[in-house]
């Protein structure tokens, strides 16, 4: 069974720092991953979604790397903003259940101004 | 604009009674998923379907159920044999064309439903 998991829970960090979110799986046989964003009572939001042919992709102050034989990705923010603050929430999409995501748990980051 | 809609944002349920969840989308895909969410936890799948008059049971099933008459619409039912419904629901949609397996999910705003 296919288990994902965020690690740390939670995140502050000044403004501008860096922010570095990982993410493991127990299965490499997943077909891709995606990251999400979501704000306090709010649904998800795409922020990144990495083949698993892919090693990394790039989408402005984000750069989400794929490692499938370790059974890891990371999220990086580059030079974060207090606007950064929300969960993050990584999920692999597995070929059971009509590739339904399996999701963690999140990371919760707080970026003080 | 394209995208997915869910309504009520919030909805309150007495014991007993069973409560409807909207979902409908107009970007044209054929499946569409439901998850729960608990506070601190991951998204777990209720039910999905991948076309019209089909659906399946996800991993926590018991207590729901869902129908899709009709391509952009997949409504969820709460039933009184839903022990803990106190959750946040989110709607999903995903293409089903192409190398469909390596296609996004989008999700819906949302809905909180509480039990009093």
């Known amino acids: 069974k296919q288990e994902v998991t965020q690690i740390p829970a939670a995140l502050s960090v000044p403004e501008g720092e860096n922010l570095v979110l990982n993410c493991s799986f127990t299965?490499?046989?997943?077909?891709?991953l995606q990251w999400f964003r979501q704000d306090p009572g709010k649904g998800l939001t795409s922020l990144l979604l990495?083949?698993?042919?892919?090693r990394e992709q790039t989408s402005g102050r984000l750069n989400a790397s794929l490692d499938k034989s370790s059974g890891r990705s990371t999220l990086y923010i580059a030079a974060s903003q207090p606007g950064d603050s929300a969960t993050y929430l990584c999920?692999?999409?597995?070929?059971?259940?009509?590739?339904?995501?399996?999701f963690g748990g999140g990371t919760r980051v707080l970026v003080k101004p | 604009d394209g995208g997915i809609t869910q309504s009520p944002k919030y909805l309150f349920r007495k014991e007993g009674q069973n409560v409807t969840l909207s979902c409908e989308q107009n970007?044209?895909?054929?499946?569409m998923y439901w998850y729960r969410q608990d506070p601190g936890q991951g998204l777990r799948l209720i039910y999905y379907?991948?076309?019209?008059?089909?659906?399946q049971k996800g991993d926590i099933a018991e207590g729901y159920s869902v129908s899709r008459e009709k391509k952009e619409s997949f409504p969820l039912t709460v039933t009184s044999a839903q022990k803990n419904p106190t959750a946040f629901y989110l709607c999903?949609?995903?293409?089903?064309?192409?190398?469909?397996?390596?296609?996004?999910?989008?999700f819906g705003p949302g809905t909180r439903l509480t039990v009093l």
């Open positions: 999903a949609s995903r293409a089903l064309k192409g190398d469909y397996y390596y296609n996004e999910q989008f």
């Open positions: 299965d490499s046989a997943i077909y891709n």
């Open positions: 990495i083949q698993s042919s892919q």
């Open positions: 999920a692999v999409s597995i070929k059971a259940a009509g590739n339904k995501l399996t």
């Open positions: 970007l044209n895909h054929d499946a």
């Open positions: 379907s991948q076309i019209v008059n089909d659906f």
